[in-house]
């Protein structure tokens, strides 16, 4: 018989992220005494305003189809916050919104690529971009900068650069390693972006959780740039709505209308509930998202503390955004742990959990072998016990117990 499956679904991963999550969540369910540091999202509750949002929403009876790129006097409050907190000049006819900004990254490399599109991205990043890149018929071509510490180096992604290149990725502040990139950074990847004749989509979702970096959208620093890039944010993190489904997309005229017709044909406007949340939301009172930032720059401190003096631990450099630390674990390995040879980082994420009952996600699904992450998005006593029991491992590993 021939597979069932066609070409891409048998090259496709799951999510890495949403799998180890998955399971740490199920071992909990079942009572197992587990510390789940693997959460990508915060642990904190949507804010009052946008649950009155979506519940008025239901009531009133927007509970029925809105127009594909979302109902107007959100995209209006969208386009105005991306003006006045981003020096964006976009238009709300240049917004859409979708279920996620998970969709609205795959709606743009589905309206740029053509087969065979390369697209450049800086890893370690996100799990989810190599993946869409290749559902969507292009090629990832991914760009190590651990070398340049995380940071985005000119000669690196020159060379990256090929005639078949149509893309960057950007994700700033970026998921796994925090880092937040300045405005010299910003500017070369511009440059080449407007003198290769390449599109941008900047997955800036992480923005509002900076601490003591300054946040810079790319597509503000001219209207060469402004034209080529796709901006995409969304409210899973920013507001605490991650099970709510909302993210959009803003871009110029041409590419915004197609991403609203692939849209159309895939999965319609974003549900109407959620969109008034996310309006309540945005017209609300923002005091509650300044109060997480503040709660996850004190957890940032606390496991940063926690895991530099460690044995075999090493931090290169101190996360500046998002809510994950990366570091680097690779000199404990090749030892055996639980009847389990750690020899890479998903090797050792499951010694971690097996013998520790600690959950982490390997670096592996995010272009390096050599690192975890851990997300500190969980109160400050379910951090304690983590590094307690992380530090634990990681002296029984130096000590070759
Ligand atoms: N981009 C990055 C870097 C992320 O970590 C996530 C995680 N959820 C997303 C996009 C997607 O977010 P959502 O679809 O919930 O808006
Ligand atoms: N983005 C989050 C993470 O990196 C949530 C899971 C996902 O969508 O990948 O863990």
């Not at 920013?238 to 044909?265: C, D, K, L, V």
Request: glycine share 8%; proline share 6%; net charge negative.
């Amino acid at each position: 018989m021939r597979s069932p499956l066609g070409l891409r679904a048998r090259s496709l991963q799951p999510s890495a992220t949403i799998a180890v999550d998955a399971r740490a969540k199920a071992l909990v369910a079942q009572g197992v005494d587990i510390v789940n540091l693997t959460a990508g999202e915060p642990d904190f509750d949507t804010m009052p305003a946008a649950r009155a949002g979506g519940i008025a929403a239901i009531e009133q009876g927007f509970t029925r189809y809105t127009p594909v790129p979302g109902i107007a006097e959100l995209r209006e409050a969208i386009a105005k916050k991306l003006n006045d907190d981003n020096g964006l000049e976009y238009k709300a006819a240049q917004v859409v919104v979708s279920n996620g900004a998970k969709q609205s990254i795959y709606n743009a490399l589905m309206v740029l690529l053509d087969p065979g599109d390369e697209v450049v991205i800086p890893t370690p990043a996100w799990v989810s971009y190599p993946e869409m890149v290749k559902l969507a018929g292009g090629v990832p071509v991914m760009v190590d900068t651990q070398p340049n510490q995380y940071r985005l180096d000119a000669k690196a992604l020159a060379a990256a650069i090929t005639p078949r290149t149509k893309v960057i990725v950007l994700n700033n502040p970026s998921n796994p390693t925090g880092v937040v990139y300045s405005d010299a950074e910003l500017r070369m990847v511009a440059g080449l972006a407007v003198s290769n004749d390449l599109y941008v989509i900047s997955d800036e979702i992480y923005e509002k959780l900076t601490y003591g970096a300054e946040f810079i959208s790319i597509a503000s620093l001219g209207p060469e740039i402004l034209d080529r890039t796709v901006t995409v944010n969304g409210f899973s993190k920013a507001y605490a709505m991650t099970g709510w489904r909302m993210g959009y997309a803003a871009a110029n005229p041409e590419i915004a209308q197609a991403m609203s017709s692939f849209q159309s044909q895939c999965t319609s406007g974003a549900s109407s509930i959620t969109q008034h949340a996310a309006l309540a939301a945005l017209k609300g009172d923002q005091a509650p998202v300044e109060a997480m930032r503040v709660q996850f720059d004190r957890r940032r401190r606390y496991v940063a503390g926690r895991l530099e003096p460690m044995p075999g631990i090493h931090l290169d450099g101190m996360p500046e955004g998002a809510f994950y630390i990366f570091p680097r674990v690779d000199e404990l390995y090749g030892k055996q742990v639980a009847g389990i040879e750690i020899n890479g980082s998903v090797r050792f994420a499951e010694a971690l959990l097996e013998r520790s009952r600690v959950a982490v996600v390997p670096g592996l699904p995010f272009g390096s072998d050599r690192h975890i992450r851990i997300s500190y998005a969980c109160s400050l006593e379910t951090l304690t016990e983590g590094m307690d029991r992380f530090e634990a491992f990681a002296r029984s590993l130096a000590d070759g117990r």
